[in-house]
């Protein structure tokens, strides 16, 4: 046997699509028509509403736009230590999921993936977590952080540590419910992972070993670089996804205690229709989308580079 | 292309496009047999049932319980109407439903609102004005309703709600530790507690007869309780905390901090309250005896019968009121919201309910309140119903959220003050740094053009 070079993913490519032929591309129209109709109803539509409605003095209770406002309610955010705090609440969510949500995912993926036939178990129990609706999640995990009684005090108790109070606490809140979400929506992601390690050939490890590569080596030289697409997506994914946080928050502690877990989808809701300042809260939700838009874009700029470079 | 990408993005659309005509087919099905099910009116926009009475709330608990019950007679005596009741969560988020749904013209025809939430209300033009002589029809003339109730219900001349009951901040306390802390008099009831040594001195006598805790109100996660807590406090010593419909805060620095610093040494200085208990926490303390007093609205009676805790209720304490008493109180009150087509029909059936609900206020005062009713306030059933009648009089002494478009049950306004005072009480903040950051918050709010 002579010796093999692995093939890396780009040689494994398949030729580019033959041209179409011609035609085809209106009759694809056609077939997209339904879904631009509604793309533009219902998020097109509502997006440029809403920025023309940021520049006003809307409100839920009256018609019509209000009084122009000009940038005012957009000063008024950027000076409002409420907006900044939930921003970075949804960041430091972000901060606290993403890497356990990746790490972790990958970890379990690589043990699922070494079972033999009670494979289909694991990815079970990983997945299943993920089907829950955000509302048996929350009550779950409301169940057992509650505090003296619940199921976490009393573990900790039991083996002698003093627990924290879990929602009660604004150091510990977001930690908690950070927790419980990588519980929750760890599934999601381990599938793409196992479904990733599924596809790489046998015989690559087959022809590592016989090369006298340990299990370490073949993880770090094979597994990982092969991954590295399916990592792109999970991380691209999990950014967005933690960005979006907001039902869980919601129902576990609305935002509390003393807003130290309202994310800035919490605010844009609690500004617009608890305060019914719905022109206010177009101006949020405009920073908001501009902030998520950004790091979206920072982040797969890295990832695409880092991945480029190994 | 690697091929897990090439999995991931060919499996898609074949899913969806099987799901998708599940899906499809399952709502055609669910359409043509349940007809005008919940689902059709739902797409639609049609009613549920038609000629029946829609009725929100926001009550649980033992008040919940009491609700069902009444709302259980109401469809006995009166077959001919039906009744779509349905409870939400209390606070904000009820509160944001309520107008949420009457903007978008589906409101309920009966809803119930806090007293200290009417003016907000009605300023953003959600609630319809009754009409005297609707009122006289079903028997609502002011002279039945408890003055300052009624009062309260007026706006610019009109009526907009109508008082069902006031809840005002009271004091539990364990007859059996407060006995064994020679705390009661003769007749077995609490001696008065009307100056800041005196509560001292009851809590310290209670904290050694029980062991544990002189006294205990929740702290954590819970605004609200903080607040009123500080406003009864702060209200007795003549305090103001908002004029002119909120856009002005009027805060007086002495009298607050006065109130804040003994908070402060109720729990932290002196630990004879828990600095640290949510408000579930705080009703197991109280109930499995570990607390001689605890502080909370009247609501938690029911809690503590069914414990069968041995308690008693009165006043909250006369701090700093000396002659003129004070304490924080809100009312409960039933309201007609908004409704475009003006049906008159539709507004006969929600008096209706509203006066059978009046009519059962005595089931309602079991649950703590006080009625609004006079029928039944003045009535002996009420007068010898007890723990309850104790302090049927903080009714009239009763001091609400003073009125703001972000203030009210559960609003913005109680979570800024009560999130400072609850700093304070658990001891991560002194006295004067909370005022400050209240102040600063309260400011943002008072400065912000109303939205109504």
């Not at chain 1, 419910?177 to 490890?205: C, E, S």
């Not at chain 2, 006294?215 to 605004?223: I, K, L, S």
């Amino acid at each position: 046997m002579t010796t093999q070079t692995i093939p890396r993913s780009e040689t494994v490519e398949p030729a580019a699509p033959a041209q179409r032929p011609r035609g085809q591309g209106r009759q694809a129209w056609w077939f997209l028509a339904p879904f631009l109709v509604l793309y533009a109803l219902f998020v097109i539509g509502p997006m440029l509403y809403a920025l023309v409605m940021s520049f006003f003095n809307s409100s839920m209770v009256r018609p019509g736009l209000g009084d122009f406002l000009g940038f005012r309610n957009y000063s008024e955010a950027l000076s409002s230590n409420a907006f900044w705090s939930s921003l970075w609440h949804t960041i430091w969510f972000t901060i606290l999921t993403t890497p356990p949500l990746v790490i972790l995912a990958f970890v379990f993926a690589l043990l699922a993936d070494r079972m033999g036939r009670s494979r289909w178990f694991f990815r079970f129990a990983f997945f299943a977590p993920y089907v829950l609706p955000s509302a048996v999640m929350a009550l779950i995990w409301t169940w057992i952080y509650t505090p003296a009684i619940g199921l976490a005090s009393d573990w900790l108790t039991r083996i002698g540590v003093t627990p924290p109070v879990w929602l009660g606490d604004p150091k510990w809140a977001m930690i908690s419910i950070a927790i419980a979400t990588v519980w929750w929506t760890l599934g999601f992601n381990f599938v793409l992972y196992l479904a990733g390690m599924q596809d790489i050939p046998r015989d690559l490890y087959e022809a590592a070993s016989i090369d006298g590569a340990g299990p370490m080596k073949q993880i770090t030289s094979i597994t990982i670089p092969m991954l590295g697409r399916t990592t792109t997506l999970v991380a691209v994914l999990q950014v967005i996804a933690s960005l979006k946080i907001f039902d869980q928050i919601f129902i576990m502690t609305q935002g509390g205690p003393d807003f130290s877990t309202r994310p800035a989808l919490e605010y844009i809701y609690d500004v617009s229709f608890t305060d019914l300042r719905t022109g206010y809260g177009a101006a949020v939700s405009m920073l908001f989308f501009v902030v998520v838009l950004i790091v979206s874009f920072a982040w797969l700029m890295i990832v695409r580079r880092q991945e480029r470079s190994a | 292309m690697s091929r897990q990408d090439q999995f991931v993005r060919s499996s898609m659309p074949a899913m969806s496009r099987r799901s998708f005509l599940q899906g499809a087919l399952a709502v055609a099905g669910g359409l043509t047999v349940a007809g005008c099910s919940t689902l059709g009116a739902g797409l639609v926009g049609s009613e549920v049932a038609p000629g029946t009475v829609d009725y929100w709330d926001l009550f649980g608990g033992g008040d919940g319980v009491r609700m069902q019950q009444m709302l259980d007679h109401f469809r006995q005596t009166n077959p001919q109407l039906g009744l779509q009741a349905v409870t939400l969560q209390w606070g904000n988020p009820y509160y944001t439903k309520l107008a949420l749904a009457t903007v978008g013209d589906q409101p309920p025809d009966v809803a119930v609102s806090h007293l200290s939430r009417v003016p907000t209300l009605v300023s953003a033009g959600l609630l319809q004005p009754l009409e005297p002589s609707d009122l006289e029809a079903h028997g609502m003339t002011p002279d039945k309703f408890s003055q300052r109730a009624w009062e309260g219900c007026q706006v610019d001349g009109k009526t907009y709600a109508i008082p069902l009951d006031t809840h005002p901040f009271v004091l539990f306390y364990n007859t059996d530790i407060c006995k064994k802390a020679g705390l009661l008099d003769a007749g077995n009831q609490l001696k008065p507690l009307n100056s800041p040594d005196l509560l001292i001195d009851a809590l310290t006598k209670a904290k050694q007869a029980s062991g544990q805790w002189g006294g205990v109100a929740a702290v954590n996660g819970d605004t609200a309780t903080n607040w009123r807590m500080f406003q009864s406090w702060y209200a007795q010593l003549g305090g103001e905390v908002l004029k002119n419909d909120g856009t002005e805060v009027v805060l007086d620095d002495a009298k607050a901090l006065q109130v804040l610093e003994y908070l402060k040494k109720l729990s932290v200085d002196s630990k004879l309250m828990p600095s640290s208990v949510d408000y579930q926490g705080a009703v197991a303390l109280f109930a499995s005896g570990k607390a001689g007093f605890y502080m909370q609205g009247e609501w938690e009676i029911t809690t503590f019968q069914t414990a069968k805790t041995p308690f008693s209720m009165t006043l909250f304490p006369n701090v700093y009121g000396g002659d003129t008493y004070a304490v924080q109180a809100d009312r409960h009150t039933l309201i007609v919201p908004h409704r475009s087509d003006g049906d008159q029909k539709r507004t006969d059936r929600g008096l209706t309910l509203i006066r059978s609900l009046l009519d059962q206020s005595l089931t309602w005062a079991k649950g703590g309140h006080v009625p609004a009713w006079l029928p039944v306030r003045d009535s002996a059933d009420y007068k010898s119903l007890r723990p309850q009648s104790n302090y049927a009089a903080a009714a009239d002494a009763a001091v609400l959220d003073p009125p703001a478009w972000y203030s009210g049950s559960g609003s913005n306004f109680e979570i800024v003050v009560g999130s400072a005072v609850a700093t304070v009480r658990s001891g991560q903040t002194q006295p004067e740094a909370a005022l400050k950051q209240l102040k600063q918050d309260l400011q943002v709010l008072a400065d912000t053009p109303p939205p109504t």
